[in-house]
Structures are given as C-alpha cells and as structure tokens.
C-alpha cells in the first residue's frame, strides 16, 4: 500500500460513520440508494491560512468544521444529512497520525449527525485543505429557501452572534483589548474558541423550520452580509435592530461599549447560526419552538418593500462580512 493510500485508510478509518451506502468509500464510486421527497446537495472547503491555522489549533477540530459547515448549509435547507465525500489536500510530510486525528474530528460529527462517508480522494497540495460535498433528505417541496421572505414578515436569528469572530481575535490577537478583558473569565473565553474552532450545525432547528419559515439562510459569512443574500433573493428590504442583535456574555465582557458589540455581532464571520423569516403571526410558534429546542430564537427586524439591508440603532460603522478572497 502506498504512501497516498495508506492516508486514506488512516482518515477513513477514523472518519467512517454507519454506512447508508451499499458501496464506497472503497470502490471507485459510492453506490446511492435512492429515497423518497428530494436531496439537497452542498459544497465548501476549509483551507489552512484562510479558514485555519494549524499553528494555533487541533487537527480533530479542523476535521470537524469541515463538515460542520457543510451540515450548517444543509441545517438552512431544513435537511437531514445523509451522506459525504472529503477530497483532502495535504502538504508534504502529513503524516498516517495526522490524518487519523484529522479524521477523528470529522467521524465524530458523521456519526453524531448521522452522515455516512461515502468516499473521497486525497492529492498532494501547498497546505492542508478539506473540500467537503454532503448530501440530505428533505421531503418534496418542502425544501427552505432564501428566496420565500414577503412583506410584513418578520425577521429571526437563533443562537448568539459574534462569537467565533470573538474566537478569532483571540487566537490572532492574545495580548489585544478583548483578550485581556477576558483573563479574569477564561471560561468566557474558552467558549469563544470553541465557537470557532467547533461550531455547531443548526439540523435540529432548520428541519423544524419547514412549514414554519418563509425563508432561511446561514450565517458564514457574517450577519449582514448573508441577511443581504437572503434580501437580494427574496427581492426585499431587510430592516435589522442592531441593539436587538443577540450577544452572548463573552462577546459583552470582551466589547463593553454597545457600537463595538454591534460591530462583531452584525458582520463576525462563521457563526453558524440560522437567520429566518416568518409572517408575524407565527411568533407564538417561533418561541414554542425555542422552548422545546432549548434554544434561544431572537426577533431582530422586519421585512420591508425595498432593497438590500437596513441596519438601525447603534453607530457601529461599516459593516462588513468575511471574504473568502481576501
């Protein structure tokens, strides 16, 4: 067995969740068995220097978000994951314990999401990246999309907002303001990090959605900037409260004054969570669902006639998402 091969085993092995394939990985395609209602299909990939530093975290964490946010486009779609494939890209001298740890972190999330690795493909590449294609279930003409928002909706997001921004400043930044506003609250601030380092997909609540929202979208790029896209396809005018905006105590120890808050909360990138419209008379719904999911689902605006992103309240300035390009 060669070098190449010998990776694949020790990620496969580490990675592998209960089949729901009858073939693959292994073979030279998966082997799909069809299903009822209609499939969902995703991709996107976690590059080292852009998404991730390898100097400054866990393989098992990296293999983890690689999936994680691939499950997040699948939570907006109100999906439940069914399968899929890793293509890797590994620099020179990763090792066979790299990628078992690498794997680790993406096996333990197939098999808590219930996603079975299907197959995959490893090359040699400047530095290490997962390229993650995940398929789901979702039944006929239920599917979410961003494009349902109506007038005289009303606009939620779930979670908090700015942590994993809050996660990234302190890895890039360990003597800045936030840092050392936060050394009297480490466990604060280890939240913080795992918000970026292990996000968590919404499937729970994006499933519960169906039937409920009009339109959802997830937040990876930054509130703003997503609430834009799901804007520019509904063909409405999102109006936010920016002092609505839901902050964790992290985010308000490590950002006291209310603009600076706002700031990492309305445009941090990779928070995961789901923004969602729905008529205004299903708020009674909206929070049962809260209450039953333990999860806090918080109404930050109004769906207006018009075009693009209103932000209204504190004077953060220019509000900004991640780009990928950068």
Known sequence: MGPEFQRIEAFVAAARASPRAPAGPGDDAAVMTRVRGETCVTVDAVVEGVHFRRATG???????????????????????????????????????????????????????????????????APGLSLTVTVGGQVARGGALLRSGARRGDVVWVSGTLGDA????????????????????HPRLARA???RQRRPSARLALGRALVGLASACIDLSDGLVQDAGHLAAASGVALHLALEALPCSAALVAAYPRPADRARMAASGGEDYELLFTTPASRAPAVARLARRLG????????????????????????????????
């Open 58 to 124: 866990r393989l098992e964490d990296v293999g983890h978000k690689a999936l994680a946010v691939n499950l997040s486009d699948l939570a907006a779609m109100g999906a439940r994951p069914r399968w899929a494939l890793v293509a890797l890209g590994v620099p020179r001298g990763f090792s066979i314990r790299e990628a078992r740890a690498l794997g680790a972190g993406f096996g333990s999330l197939a098999r808590e999401s219930g996603t079975a690795l299907v197959g995959g493909n490893v090359t040699r």
């Open 295 to 326: 999860l806090p689902l918080t109404l930050i605006g109004q769906v207006r006639r018009g075009r693009g992103v209103h932000p209204i309240g504190a004077r953060a300035g220019p509000l900004r998402g991640f780009d990928h390009l950068a």
């Open 165 to 184: 921004r809050l996660g990234l400043a302190l890895l890039e930044r360990p003597g800045g303001p936030a840092a050392r506003r936060l050394q009297r």
């Open 192 to 194: 913080a990090l795992m």
